[in-house]
């Protein structure tokens, strides 16, 4: 069993910038592609970033690209999400997910994830 726990998220105002992060349980880490999502009450969840097992390929949805980073650190078993000039509309419970297979990064929403964490709340305000 994979314990995802994701930290790092708060309130902001528009424009500014907050990183979250997830700390990962099993040291199989490395091999798990991670990826991050967002969900609004009453909307599906919507798949943002993910990132390769190495950390050297990374896929975006396109509305984020440019504003939003993904990274790993497989050392400290963590992924983050950078995120900047943010908008209110980016307002949501973010949370990561593991692929153990590690192929799912490149299928951006259509990917497939195994283990979730609970969430972090991000709220920006205008």
């Known amino acids: 069993q994979v314990q995802l726990v994701e930290s790092g998220g708060g309130l902001v105002q528009a424009g500014g910038s907050l990183r979250v992060s997830c700390a990962a349980s099993?040291?199989?880490?490395?091999?798990?592609?991670m990826g991050w999502f967002r969900q609004v009450p009453g909307k599906e969840r919507e798949f943002l970033a993910a990132?390769?097992?190495?950390?050297?390929?990374?896929n975006y949805k396109d509305s984020v690209k440019g504003r939003f980073t993904i990274s790993r650190d497989n050392a400290k078993k963590m992924v983050y999400l950078q995120m900047n000039s943010l908008k209110p509309e980016d307002t949501a419970v973010y949370y990561c997910?593991?692929?153990?297979?590690?192929?799912?990064?490149?299928?951006?929403?259509?990917?497939?994830?195994?283990?979730w964490g609970q969430g972090t709340q991000v709220t920006v305000s205008s």
């Open positions: 997910a593991a692929d153990v297979l590690g192929s799912s990064w490149y299928r951006g929403p259509g990917g497939k994830y195994d283990y």
């Open positions: 099993q040291s199989t880490f490395t091999i798990y592609g």
């Open positions: 990132i390769s097992p190495s950390g050297g390929n990374t």
